[in-house]
């Protein structure tokens, strides 16, 4: 009996002390307060510190677990790097706050603690940067398609102004250049090869829901539809834009304010806020001139207009210049413009210009602001106009074009029984310093491959275009040479020429430490008789 009575007591002594090591888990012997902190009865999988920790990952929600047992000043970091696979994880914070024992992966404690993050990616090592906190930390991670072995690593280190993920935040840019607006943001980080994108533009608000903005579209389309002589005062699009993260807009008005909203569509078809900015459509200022400075800028860029002032300033005073008189310029490579110079909002001079133009203006006064305003005739030649070049100066000696007459024209002088030479003469330009003048010639030239009806594109002269690799040139001499600085006409007999042979004629004009600028094309057709 005694016997027995014995056994009996020893299987409960050794029943209560496997109760208290079941009970008692490693963490809490690494946590104080272990009365506050949940418990376990499950093996837990902890990640160590400091240590690429490798772990499979399934299909299935897979749980682990790491402690921040001290408080600490530094930061925590987290790496998951996935292994050619696409996974999905989050991180749980679960503070030490509750106060009856909580047994982990049961149903209820997946609503405990608060979500640090969540990330969908492919293959892609992501980093999670945050303040570090004394507590229990949870990560919970399935692969999407097959199971894969991932590798975690969790260490600690200084506070330092690494952004979250190690990745520049969502951003919506825009970039005003004259009446082109352009709109640009970051791919998403988040399944980026599935994102799709959609733009909403609002002129009364930034939309924080994809629904809110289609329904208010549809609202304002049924109006249109009702009212049709209604105008509605604002504006509101949804631009579906598929992958692309950019948007280019044209149509927008001065002085107005825009709402541009940036919506996500994942691959599971839902919409979410991804970017969104504020930008007031302001009317672009004019470029600033300097005195006798040319300024060049890209007209097609700016759809087609620009706007240049100058202020009659201190040059106004120095020995050689005038100040009544403002001498400008306006040079355009391929194409025709429309030209128009205020003052103070009064209209000074309108003119259309045909590749180059210099421009006179009197009873100019010194401190005044003048506006040269510049728009291509059409969008046909926007397409064509590359760049426009314009200055201004009030001192004539710093003009850096030769003064060419207002007729352009190359005339031919016939002599029947000559067939291997012609003369030609043009108007010469005007200058008190000797000018240079060169002939050049192109023959077996393709058949309406030279527009002699166009006025000639001088900037084609001075920027990138090799045009004399074309031509051969004839001859170059000066005006002192022949003494025609003051003549009505200048004239040149070009030798040596071949029969049954078409020829372009061109000649140029050179101002002394200026620039070169050309007359109209000559066409010269020659037979066995002689020149036609």
């Excluded at 398609?145 to 991932?150: C, G, L, P, Q, Y």
């Excluded at 920027?463 to 025609?484: A, L, V």
Aim: glycine residues 4%.
């Amino acid at each position: 009996m005694e016997m027995m009575i014995m056994r009996l007591w020893l299987a409960v002594l050794i029943a209560e002390l496997l109760t208290v090591v079941a009970t008692k888990s490693p963490i809490d012997d690494l946590l104080p307060h272990s009365r506050t902190i949940p418990n376990t009865t499950l093996n837990l999988d902890l990640i160590p510190q400091d240590i690429p920790s490798e772990r499979l990952v399934t299909k299935f929600k897979t749980v682990f677990h790491f402690l921040i047992h001290q408080d600490t000043d530094q930061n925590l970091c987290v790496t998951v790097s996935p292994n050619k696979t696409r996974i999905n994880w989050k991180l749980k914070f679960i503070p030490n706050k509750y106060k009856q024992k909580i047994i982990l992966g049961n149903n209820k404690s997946s609503n405990l603690g608060v979500e640090l993050v969540e990330y969908t990616g492919v293959s892609t090592p992501v980093t999670y940067d945050h303040q570090a906190t004394r507590g229990l930390y949870e990560i919970t991670a399935q692969t999407i398609d097959v199971e894969s072995n991932i590798t975690f690593y969790v260490t600690l280190r200084p506070n330092s102004l690494i952004r979250k993920f190690d990745i520049p935040p969502n951003k919506l840019t825009v970039k005003s250049n004259g009446q082109r607006v352009s709109l640009k943001w970051n791919p998403s980080h988040i399944d980026q090869h599935f994102t799709q994108y959609s733009l909403v533009i609002s002129t009364s608000n930034i939309y924080s829901t994809f629904l809110e903005a289609k329904h208010q579209l549809e609202e304002k389309l049924k109006r249109n539809v009702t009212h049709k002589s209604d105008k509605t005062d604002y504006r509101l699009e949804i631009h579906h834009l598929g992958f692309h993260t950019n948007y280019t807009l044209t149509d927008l008005i001065y002085d107005r304010t825009y709402y541009f909203t940036v919506f996500a569509l994942n691959e599971m078809r839902v919409y979410t806020q991804y970017a969104s900015t504020t930008f007031k459509y302001q009317k672009p200022k004019p470029f600033a001139l300097k005195d006798a400075k040319p300024r060049i800028e890209n007209l097609r860029a700016h759809s087609g207009k620009a706007s240049f002032r100058y202020k009659v300033g201190n040059r106004s005073r120095e020995p050689g210049a005038e100040p009544n008189k403002l001498f400008w310029y306006v040079m355009t490579c391929d194409g025709v413009v429309n030209v128009e110079i205020r003052c103070r909002k009064t209209l000074l001079v309108k003119k259309r210009v045909f590749g180059y133009e210099k421009i006179v203006l009197d009873n100019t006064k010194y401190g005044e602001r003048y506006v040269l305003k510049v728009e291509t005739v059409s969008l046909d030649e926007t397409q064509r106009v590359k760049s426009i070049e314009v200055m201004a100066t009030v001192r004539p000696r710093m003009f850096p074009m030769p003064d060419m007459p207002s007729d352009l024209r190359i005339q031919q002088y016939v002599k029947p029984d000559d067939c291997h030479s012609v003369t030609i003469g043009w108007l010469p330009a005007k200058s008190n310093e000797d000018l240079q003048y060169c002939v050049y010639l192109q023959n077996d030239i393709p058949n309406n491959s030279v527009d002699f009806s166009a006025k000639q594109d001088q900037c084609g002269l001075s920027y990138g275009r090799n045009w004399r690799g074309n031509y051969q040139r004839y001859r170059c001499w000066y005006t002192g040479e022949k003494e025609c600085v003051y003549m009505l006409a200048s004239v040149e007999k070009v030798l040596k020429l071949k029969s049954s042979t078409t020829y372009v004629i061109r000649v140029t004009v050179t101002k002394p430490r200026g620039r070169t600028l050309s007359y109209d094309l000559l066409k010269l057709d020659t037979n066995s008789c002689g020149l036609n």
